[in-house]
């Protein structure tokens, strides 16, 4: 006679309890993103980066950095009526300018 496997963990449908929220960063990856960001802000490693010649070797090292710095960004895809205009609303004391220094990094 065939014994049937035991089902193990919650049963389908019983919502989450504990545990780190969704959205939450891991305590370890936080305190490895802000220990290379204090490195790259030491007067040694910024020295030794503007000492690389190569443009090349220059890039490759920053984006190689920043992959633990700043998190990867997903390609998103606007769908809906093709016949509709796009409406973005902004909050209405956004001026122009506030976008401005926003794109320029201010």
């Known amino acids: 006679m065939e014994q049937k496997p035991k089902k193990r963990g919650r049963p389908k449908g019983t919502?989450?309890?504990?545990?780190?929220?969704?959205g939450t960063s891991n305590k370890v990856s936080t305190e490895a993103r802000e220990l290379i960001k204090s490195a790259i802000d030491l007067p040694t490693f910024k020295r030794r980066l503007s000492a690389i010649k190569?443009?090349?070797?220059?890039?490759?090292?920053?984006?190689?950095?920043?992959?633990f710095v700043l998190p990867k960004m997903k390609s998103i895809e606007i769908t809906g009526d093709q016949n509709k205009p796009l409406v973005i609303e902004l909050p209405s004391n956004l001026t122009i300018e506030d976008i401005k220094a926003v794109l320029d990094g201010e």
């Open 15 to 22: 919502p989450k309890t504990g545990g780190r929220g969704e």
């Open 54 to 67: 190569s443009d090349a070797q220059y890039c490759a090292i920053v984006l190689k950095l920043m992959e």
